[in-house]
């Protein structure tokens, strides 16, 4: 049975949770408690003590040159992130209930020589939802074993 879509107004736009039928596949239930600790967070225009979704960027380092990407302007030096400071950064964030990470920012995620086991601490650290953005021109197998 197709439920009609609904489009709700929420405090920051259009609700994602538009369509019953997309939210069960789309979200899974932390990342959508997640989303409404947020959404109640901004209507209340109370703060939370710490950020439910934390962005790491694991290397800054890319194998592609785009035109629109802000990889030609950086200055900074190229690098890959510590261990020690991704350990030190997962330890508080598990400690504190971030929901979900994003292992990527300028760079290509899969490019740093640690990508499998940082996704796997994470997860073993209690963060439920661990997400990279890849242009995938990598061979990706490594993830699976």
Request: charged content about 25%.
């Amino acid at each position: 049975m197709k439920v009609k879509a609904e489009y709700r107004k929420s405090t920051q736009g259009i609700s994602i949770y538009r369509d019953p039928n997309i939210e069960i596949w789309r979200y899974n239930p932390r990342r959508r408690r997640n989303r409404i600790i947020a959404e109640n967070s901004y209507r209340k225009m109370k703060y939370l003590k710490f950020p439910l979704h934390v962005i790491i960027e694991p290397t800054n380092h890319c194998n592609m040159i785009c035109k629109m990407c802000l990889q030609n302007v950086i200055t900074r030096p190229k690098g890959y992130m510590d261990w020690d400071i991704f350990v030190k950064i997962v330890d508080e964030c598990s400690k504190e209930h971030t929901y979900s990470f994003s292992l990527y920012m300028l760079g290509e995620p899969l490019l740093h020589p640690r990508i499998r086991d940082m996704i796997n601490y994470s997860k073993r650290m209690t963060i439920p939802y661990v997400d990279i953005s890849t242009n995938a021109l990598l061979d990706m197998r490594f993830l699976l074993g």
